[in-house]
């Protein structure tokens, strides 16, 4: 039986603008929407349940564009705000792969319950188990294999289980540009590309990724050397953006994550091949990484998103708590159509989900948001 969601208000982002509906109704079938607009429009053809959320203000579900749920047991257990090699020494402190299942359920029970629809999920060694338990809960979802070492690819191999998921598909990732060889990382992408899917790769993040991939030294290289995870960069003095760009890694279909470390030179080689970001504001902080250029992405007309990254690298998964953050600290002026681009319709265009995601309209999935309180004048 069909269903009716009505809301005092709701901005659909149809067609990417703040179209606002007052005394709104969406009418679904428990999975994709049939039909929206004002309830006193559409009541009375309508005789299924109503559920009335009252004096409200929805938009689509949210995107997470990057998050390690894998990571979802080590809340609090890593060290803030003291760079990214001591928070590295503090996170391999930890047990990281066991997976602790409850853990990760809980989290994308929260995540769910805050509004998030769908999102991008990097996993080291965990990546079909993390994907089976966002399917289970109804979560919408890239379950990303994370590709990392310097070990060059098998002939054939595969990078990402070739499963079917009902809400969501398993896809590739590359870890980074210094801890993966250049012709698995390309490997993988290709593999991504040949099946339509997107492709994530943390990119230009901290200072240490600067002089691996420039020199291939400092203390976080000897690190990954002495664990064997330093990849040969080539030492040919160029920034991870020129490097990736080098390898062929940026187009339309690449989601670059953090960004921290983009100069003009970068931005504008990342805005001319089309290249997606993805930004981590609270993650960069938690971190101590600095803080991306977020005012020169978003002017040079990137298709720019938001993620939450791990809860090991965060405060909390909440796609609501990372806008806020964003809003507050940006030294530009976003319009209420904008800002909530950046969790949706920006998101599901950089992943390819924009047929079911994004918008709340006819034949995309029944998913939304609820505005939260504290954050309406914010927003509008």
Known sequence: MNKCIRAARAVTMAHGENSTIEDFALIHNGDRILETGTWSALKDDFSGEVEDLGDVTIVPGLINAHVHLELSHLKGRTVQEQGFTNWIKSLLSNPLYDLETEAVRDAVQQMRADGTAFCVDISTRNCAQVAGIMDELSMGFYACCEAIGTQNPKEGAKFFPQKEFTYGRAAGSGHSLYSTGAELIQAVKKANDEAGLPYPIHLAENAEEDEIVASGTGEFAEMLKGAGLLADCGNKGLRPVEYADFLGLLDESTLAVHCVRVDENDINTLAERRVNVCLCPRSNTYIGEGRAPWEKILKSGINTCLGTD??????????????????????????SAEALAIVTTNSAKALKIDDSYGSLEKGKRAVYATVPAHLKDLLF
Do not use: V
């Open 310 to 335: 791990s809860i090991a690298s965060n405060y909390d998964l909440s796609m609501w708590n990372e806008l806020e953050y964003l809003l507050k600290n940006i030294e530009i002026s976003l319009s």
